[in-house]
């Protein structure tokens, strides 16, 4: 479970979020959403320890972040940052098998090269594994640094908004790879999505952040309504529910 | 294949050692032997040191053409020469012994690198790029600074200021020779030890801190090391040609096309003590001592990395 207790935040003296306070559950998918300025990308980071926490607590099961060691925190949570991108010039496989890093510290074992391996195989990142990452598609990107993550064995992933510059193919095929890691492998992902129907259509439960506060969560069905997009997002999109999951007509 | 191209490097190494003690080997080998030794393990160690501390750089940083050199650390050395020749004037500056004027550099060149880049890195709020602009910059100050002050030195004592801020390798103190290798083989081996942690930081900084290594720490560990080697290096031979780093780390990432420091490490050593032995060996024997090393390197090295990027551009 991942508890935020009275997290406020801010950036260069203007306020980013105010006495945030929010339980995600363990297990499934939890999209963080909100229009553009929200937070949520804030908050996401202040879980990753990408920001410095200055005002409340973040626990991640039992560890305190801040308190607990980074490389403790490596080995329970994973991330995935806003456009990832890589200086070195580095192979997929290379990329996959960083995500052990943190079990063996620059000494992998057989254990570590079969997880690396399995998570190749998984993510179907086979063919391409010799490839250098600026030679694949954003996409196929993607789907090497979620691979990484799930090689990384956590029982938490954060991904800020790893849908950018992906077409609807990619999108929907990460999102379903994200939905198997949570069903199969019991993981919990917690994702700042800026489509809401991809959270609708995905995630268990959304979180709707508005000015740096939390403006309602729950599943999707009670969240995404007229009231949300006019009161949160502050448009006039209509909801319509198609077997039973609430769709925004753009 | 990678490994092996290490092995090729580390016997082009022994060659040009080899080629470097026999060649046009005239007088007696008692001499010979131990002028000549001296000479070249300074130029093995200058060029593997300088060579690490460029990778080192390149890969905290995350770029692949600034070099410590660039960032303006070549210029501390002269800048403490000059303030040197500036106070004390020329004949006292030449009194100096050789040990205690080798002590004060390493100690000053390392203080006053780290305190630069801490300063440095405070105003950079931990973003790397804007500490490297500001490095740059402050590079240029250093520069001009410099000069300012050697414009208001005698022109006599100002030859001796030029002499010095050339790299030497004709006279090498055997004393300091022992006391560069004691201050640098322990940052090497600190390097080496570093190297899997290296390959992480290169990922850049969200992607290391993912896994667990806080990049903030580890640069500062790197930066001391940095820092360390290119001190006694400097110390010992004075700066070398800005380009030597640049042309070296370049020329390693082509024999050894990865990323992994078990790898680019070795590599890099290797290639630059190669490139200072095989320099310095065409220095005195076919041009005859005419020109300091740096400028060799300097020429073989601009037109070798203009080539390198032509290339690239084309493939």
């Not at chain 1, 691979?147 to 510059?165: C, G, K, R, S, V």
């Not at chain 2, 001499?31 to 040191?49: D, E, I, T």
Request: glycine letters at 10%; a positive charge; one cysteine or more.
């Amino acid at each position: 479970m991942i508890r935020v207790d009275q997290v406020s935040h801010q950036i260069g003296g203007a306020p980013i979020l105010h006495d945030i306070s929010l339980e995600i559950p363990k297990g499934g998918i939890t999209a963080l959403i909100g229009p553009n300025g929200a937070g949520k990308s804030t908050l996401l980071s202040l879980m990753a320890r990408l920001q410095v926490l200055r005002q409340g607590e973040i626990h991640i099961d039992d560890m305190q972040i801040g308190k607990v060691s980074d490389r403790v925190l490596a080995r329970h949570l994973a991330i995935m940052a806003q456009s990832t991108h890589v200086s070195a010039r580095l192979r997929v496989e290379e990329l996959v098998a960083f995500g052990r890093y943190p079990w063996h510290r620059g000494r992998p074992g057989p254990e570590d090269h079969a997880l690396v391996e399995a998570a190749i195989a998984r993510f179907g990142l086979g063919p391409m594994r010799a490839r250098f990452l600026d030679e694949i598609s954003g996409g196929q990107r993607q789907r090497a640094f979620v691979a990484m993550a799930f090689a990384q064995d956590t029982d938490y992933l954060l991904l800020d908004e790893p849908l950018n510059n992906l077409d609807i193919a990619g999108a929907r095929s990460l999102m379903r790879l994200l939905r198997q890691m949570a069903d199969e492998d019991g993981k919990t992902v917690v994702i700042v999505l800026h489509d809401i129907n991809y959270a609708a259509r995905f995630a268990d439960r959304i979180v709707a952040l508005h000015e740096g506060r939390v403006a309602a969560q729950g599943p999707a069905a009670e969240v995404v309504t007229d009231a949300l997009l006019r009161d949160v997002f502050g448009t006039d999109a209509e909801v319509s529910v198609i077997d039973g999951q609430p769709v925004v007509l753009v | 294949m990678l490994h092996r191209r290490l092995l090729w490097l580390l016997l082009a190494l022994v060659l040009a050692c080899a080629v470097y003690m026999t060649f046009a080997a005239k007088g007696s080998w008692s001499f010979l032997l131990p002028f000549r030794g001296q000479k070249l393990a300074a130029l093995v160690l200058v060029g593997a040191s300088l060579s690490v501390a460029t990778v080192l750089f390149q890969t905290i940083t995350g770029n692949r053409i600034l070099t410590p050199s660039i960032m303006g650390f070549d210029q501390l050395f002269i800048m403490i020469q000059t303030v040197l020749v500036f106070m004390m004037g020329s004949a006292d500056y030449v009194g100096l012994p050789a040990l205690l004027l080798f002590a004060l550099n390493i100690g000053l060149m390392s203080g006053l690198g780290l305190g630069l880049f801490t300063l440095l890195r405070r105003g950079a709020r931990g973003e790397m790029m804007r500490l490297v602009l500001t490095g740059i910059i402050f590079g240029v100050f250093l520069r001009s600074a410099t000069g300012f002050v050697q414009r208001m030195i005698d022109p006599v004592e100002f030859s001796v200021v030029t002499v010095v801020t050339y790299a030497r390798f004709n006279t090498v103190d055997g004393l300091l020779l022992v006391l560069a290798t004691l201050v640098t083989l322990p940052a090497l081996w600190a390097a080496w030890r570093m190297r899997a942690r290296l390959d992480v930081l290169g990922l850049g900084e969200t992607v290391a801190l993912g896994l667990g290594e806080p990049p903030r720490r580890s640069q500062s560990a790197v930066l001391v090391l940095i820092c360390t080697l290119v001190a006694s290096a400097t110390a010992l031979v004075g700066p070398m040609a800005a380009f030597f780093g640049l042309i070296v780390s370049a020329l390693a990432h082509v024999i050894t096309p990865t990323e992994r420091h078990a790898i680019l490490l070795p590599s890099a050593a290797l290639t630059g003590a190669v490139v200072l032995v095989g320099g310095q060996t065409l220095l005195e024997r076919v041009l005859g001592l005419a020109t300091p090393i740096s400028v060799v390197v300097e020429a073989v090295g601009g037109a070798l990395f203009l080539f390198l990027l032509l290339k690239r551009r084309r493939a």
